[in-house]
C-alpha cells in the first residue's frame, strides 16, 4: 500500500510538472515583434495569465482551397485579423500585458500566421516588408511557400516576403486603405450566388467571374446573365468589360447599355500571346472609367493580364504582382502563367518607362489632339520593345473556337469548386427564402389565432376563381 501511494504522488507529481511545462512549452519559437506584441509558433495552446493575453485564429480564418493551394489569407480575413489585434493593443485590460498572437496548427496553419502578422507590422507599425520579414525568421524559424490552385505540381513558390512587399506596393499605391474597406461588401460580392467578383486596383480593375446567356445554377454553381452586373458596373463607374474566353453571351448586351466590350480569347489555363498582350494594354490606358475583365472563372487568365499591367505601369515584381492579385481574388494566376509571369517582367518594366517618359514630356503640350495621337503611337509598343502602329489580328488572335471542345475546362472545375465549397460554409440564399416563408407562416397562423380566419377574404377568392 506504501509503494502504491508513491507511486501515485510521483504520478501527481508528473501531471503537475508536465502542466507547468504546458504554460511554457519546451522547444517553441517566440517573436518578439514589439516591446508588447510577440508572434509564437508553438506545439499545443497557450492560455493566458494575469501577465500575458494569448489568441490564435487557426480555426477562426482558414482558407478555402481549390486543389492543393492553402493561402494566402484574402483581403478580408487579414482586415478582420487587424481588427482584432488593434483591439487587445488598445485594451485597457490588457494595457500592462504582453499580447501573444500564436498559431500551434501545420506548416500551412504556420505560413498564413506569419504572413498575417508580418503584413500587420508593413501596414501598422510602418515596417519594411524586410523589417518584418526579418523579425519572422530571427529564430532560424522556415516557413512553407504559398501555391498556385491547380491539382499538378508546383510550378512556382510564393514566399511570405513576396506577400508583404506585395501590401507595402498596395499601400504606396493606395490600393489598400482599410479606413474605408468595406469587409461586409467584400464577402458578399465575392461569393458565387453574388456575382463572384473582386477590386485588384479600386476604382481601375474588377475581376470576376464569366457572365452567362441567362441567370440559373447549373452543376451547382449560380451563373449570371450580363444584366445582373449593370447596377454594380453603373455604381462604381465600371466602363469596359473584357472577355478572355470563348463566347458565352451577346457582346451586345453590354455595348446596347453603353458598356465598352473587347474580346481577346486565348485557351482556358494558357497564356497569353504578344499581340493580346499589347492590346489589353491599349485598352486599358484609353479607358475612361474603370475596367472589368473575366475569362471561365475570373481567376487564371484575368490574373495573368491585369498581372501584365500591374508590371507595366507600377513596376511591380511578377511575385508581387501575384500575391497582390491572390490576396484580392485567392486562386488567381496557375501553373504555366505564374512563370509567364515571370519571364515578362523586365520587358513590362521597360515598356514602362517608356510610357511615362513619354506621358511626361506630353505635360506641357498645349494641342490636346497632339497629345492623343503621341499617346496612341506609344500604346502601340509591344512587349518585345519593337513599335507597332496595328495589330495583326488574323495571325497572332487566337480564336475560340481552340477552346476545348470535350466540355469541362479548368475555368469550369474552379468555379464549382469555389461554388461547392461556399455553400458549405453558409447555408446560403436558400435557407433564407426558407426561414423567410416559415417566418410568415408563423406570423398567418398567429393572426388567424387572435383574429379567426379571414373568411369574407377566402369567399372572395373562390367566387373570383369561378369555383
Known sequence: MKRKRQRRAEARKRLCAAKREGDKPKGDIYFGITDQLYFAILNQKLRSTPERHCFCIDEEFSYENFYADFGPLNLAMFYRFCCKLNKKLKSLAHARKKIVFYTCGDKKKQANAAYLIGSYAVMHLQKTPEEAYSLLISRNATYLPFRDASFGTCMYNLNILDCLRAVHKALQFGWLDFSNFDVEEYEHYERAENGDFNWIIPGKFLAFSGPHPKSKIENGYPLHAPEAYFPYFRKYNITTVIRLNKKMYDAKRFTDMGFDHHDLFFVD????????????????????????????????RTGTLIGCYLMKHFRLTAAEAI?????????????????????????????????????????????????????????????????????????????????????????????????????????????????????????????????????????????????
Not at 398 to 421: F, V
Not at 436 to 443: E, Q, R
Not at 457 to 464: A, E, M, S
Request: hydrophobic share 35%; with cysteine; proline share 3%.
Open 269 to 300: 489555363g494558357s497564356t497569353p500571346n504578344d499581340a493580346i498582350v499589347t492590346k489589353f494594354m491599349n485598352i486599358c490606358e484609353n479607358a475612361d472609367g474603370a475596367i472589368a475583365v473575366h475569362c471561365k472563372a475570373g481567376l487564371g
Open 323 to 467: 500575391a497582390w492579385i491572390r490576396i484580392c481574388r485567392p486562386g488567381s494566376v496557375i501553373g504555366p502563367q505564374q512563370t509567364f509571369i515571370l519571364d515578362k517582367q523586365s520587358s513590362l518594366w521597360m515598356e514602362g518607362d517608356l510610357y511615362r517618359q513619354k506621358q511626361c514630356k506630353q505635360e506641357n503640350s498645349i494641342n490636346k489632339v497632339a497629345v492623343t495621337g503621341i499617346l496612341s503611337g506609344v500604346d502601340d509598343i509591344s512587349i518585345n520593345g519593337t513599335n507597332k502602329r496595328s495589330v495583326p489580328r488574323k495571325t497572332e488572335m487566337y480564336s475560340d473556337g481552340e477552346e476545348e471542345h470535350n466540355g469541362i475546362t479548368q475555368g469550369d472545375e474552379l468555379r464549382a469548386l469555389k461554388s461547392k465549397r461556399q455553400s458549405r460554409a453558409s447555408t446560403g440564399s436558400l435557407s433564407w427564402l426558407v426561414a423567410m416563408l416559415v417566418s410568415s407562416l408563423c406570423s398567418l397562423v398567429l393572426w388567424w389565432l387572435l383574429f379567426g380566419f379571414p373568411s369574407s377574404v377566402f369567399h372572395y377568392c373562390v367566387g373570383r376563381s369561378g369555383l
